[in-house]
């Protein structure tokens, strides 16, 4: 099974300001036949279904608002919320759709400072 | 919009079945352009994708549930439901359905999610 890991844990950054959450993977998403990166990010808020953010890595879903932007290539990747605001706090997820079983990060908490 | 809504029991006895359903609204649950999968997350743990159902009839299990995961569907009532047996207070958990994207015969990404539904198993 290909292992995620997030990084930090949790971060609180001030109102306006950026938030970077980082995501590995154990190995390789990155479909040599298409040149794609099969990472896509979540965002779980309480009581309310996940939320499609990010796919392919850097592919912004349909009305997600462009503070968010995802980033990177084989292993290491990247979800920047260019500027925070108050209704962005969540927990993040990464996860991949390269191999079955697809795997999730842990997850990162965003929180306001 | 589509949406999904997970139903069942809140409380199984151990060794005993649980059993959810998964309710899609807005989408036909018979499109070849999507899967449909179960995850579950025990408090305080991460996501655990337990399986999906696609292409009239596939299902894949995690390897790690297999031998007590069977997914069905009945297009009927536009549901797809989950069984897990033998069950234990490990498998309490918060279980999610999910809609997953088919593309050029590749399972992609999940687009939309169930809000979830409480199990725990507890005598």
């Known amino acids: 099974d290909i292992v995620m890991t997030q990084s930090p844990d949790s971060l609180a950054v001030s109102l306006g300001e950026r938030a970077t959450i980082n995501c590995k993977s154990s190995?390789?998403?990155?479909?040599?036949?298409?040149?794609?990166?099969?990472l896509a990010w979540y965002q779980q808020k309480p009581g309310q279904p996940l939320k499609l953010l990010v796919y392919?890595?850097?592919t912004r879903e349909s009305g997600v608002p462009d503070r968010f932007s995802g980033s990177g290539s084989g292993t290491d990747f990247t979800l920047t919320i260019s500027s925070l605001q108050a209704e962005d706090v969540a927990v993040y997820y990464c996860q991949q759709y390269y191999s079955s079983p697809f795997t999730f990060g842990p997850g990162t908490k965003v929180d306001i400072k | 919009q589509v949406q999904l809504q997970e139903s069942g029991p809140g409380l199984v006895k151990p060794s005993q079945t649980l059993s959810l359903t998964c309710t899609v609204s807005?989408?036909?649950?018979?499109?070849?352009?999507?899967?449909w999968s179960w995850i579950r997350q025990p408090a305080g743990k991460g996501l655990e994708w337990i399986g999906r159902f696609y292409d009239s009839g596939s299902t894949n299990y995690n390897p790690s549930l297999k031998s007590r995961v069977s997914i069905s569907v009945d297009t009927s009532k536009n549901q797809f439901s989950l069984n897990l047996s033998s069950v234990t207070a490990a498998d309490t958990a918060v279980y999610y359905c999910a809609r997953g994207l088919v593309e050029s015969y590749q399972l992609l990404n999940f687009d939309f999610w169930g809000q979830g539904t409480l199990v725990t198993v507890s005598s």
């Open positions: 392919w890595a850097s």
């Open positions: 807005g989408g036909s649950i018979s499109s070849g352009s999507f899967y």
């Open positions: 190995q390789s998403v990155l479909y040599s036949s298409n040149n794609k990166n099969y």
